[in-house]
């Protein structure tokens, strides 16, 4: 675990996101939880030396950010508006038997806290939507809408540390997923967290960084776009986009773990930006 302010704590190992969590003399106030099981409830007793745990926001709706929050009853989870429609698609994945299956083979050592088949999945329950500041002991907390990598993305900043977490539209140094993004969203978050007063950035995947690795995630987004939108230009359809060799654009390997899904990867980023190229070349 990570101290990235004087009072936030990131961690940066765990398979999946970027967990995180601001202390203020009224307890504690979460960004994200661990997927795997296992590291979920090692994360909360640390969090219990620290205090209470009041509230939790998704940054995104991937289950990397959410299927942790299954480990944290009784603690008020904060979404942007569009997290629930997905939240209520990722439930009955989360609790299907090929997720079980999935566990034992990729983390053996979660599956007794599975629970299956009684899985809570424990989703938002407030919601706002463009932004949600709230007071806890002497720190204001804005939970900021700023949709890019997914439509209902969120930045947590906490202004008196200096600290905003981004979930995915910073991936710092490990390989950028667009497979839902809307690149031209996520190109103006970009800027919007340029202009927030941050000295730290806690990125969804990577190590903590600052301002200045935000231009060299614009380039990976715009390069991205641009390689796609050269097929969509020379009156491709998606299938013979989809022929191509994938553009070789991010000078990044896959985070966390995940080599096996990097071809995955590459494919749903042509899919989804020639989809939404396609779409707005419609307009
Ligand atoms: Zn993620």
Redesign the pocket.
């Known amino acids: 675990m990570r101290r990235v302010s004087e009072h936030v704590y990131a961690e940066i190992y765990y398979w999946?996101?970027n967990p995180g969590f601001l202390v203020t003399d009224d307890g504690v106030f979460m960004v994200d939880t661990p997927q795997q099981p296992i590291n979920a409830v090692q994360w909360r007793e640390k969090m219990a030396e620290h205090g209470r745990p009041r509230h939790l926001v998704n940054?995104?709706p991937?289950g990397?950010?959410i299927l942790g929050n299954s480990y944290f009853p009784g603690v008020e989870v904060i979404g942007q508006r569009l997290m629930l429609d997905r939240y209520n698609e990722t439930i009955p994945r989360m609790q299907s038997e090929e997720r079980l299956e999935t566990m034992k083979q990729q983390d053996p050592d979660s599956v007794w806290l599975l629970n299956h088949p009684n899985y809570p999945p424990n989703p938002p329950t407030r919601h706002f939507d463009d932004r949600l500041n709230l007071t806890l002991g002497k720190h204001t907390i804005e939970c900021i809408h700023m949709p890019g990598?997914t439509p209902p993305q969120t930045s947590a900043y906490f202004p008196q540390e200096g600290v905003v977490f981004t979930?995915?539209n910073v991936?710092h140094r490990c390989k950028t997923?667009l497979q839902e993004a809307n690149p031209w969203e996520w190109l103006a978050s970009l800027k919007a967290i340029e202009a927030l007063d941050v000295s730290v950035i806690v990125p969804?995947?990577g190590e903590p960084c600052d301002k200045s690795y935000l231009r060299e995630q614009a380039e990976i987004v715009e390069a991205w776009t641009a390689a796609v939108e050269k097929f969509v230009q020379a009156g491709m359809t998606e299938e013979e986009a989809l022929a191509q060799p994938r553009p070789d654009v991010d000078p990044y390997p896959i985070g966390q773990r995940l080599f096996a899904a990097h071809d995955r990867v590459n494919t749903s980023n042509v899919t989804n930006l020639y989809r939404q190229i396609v779409a707005r070349n419609a307009k």
């Open positions: 999946g996101c940054t995104e991937h990397d950010h990598h979930g995915d991936f997923f969804g995947h």
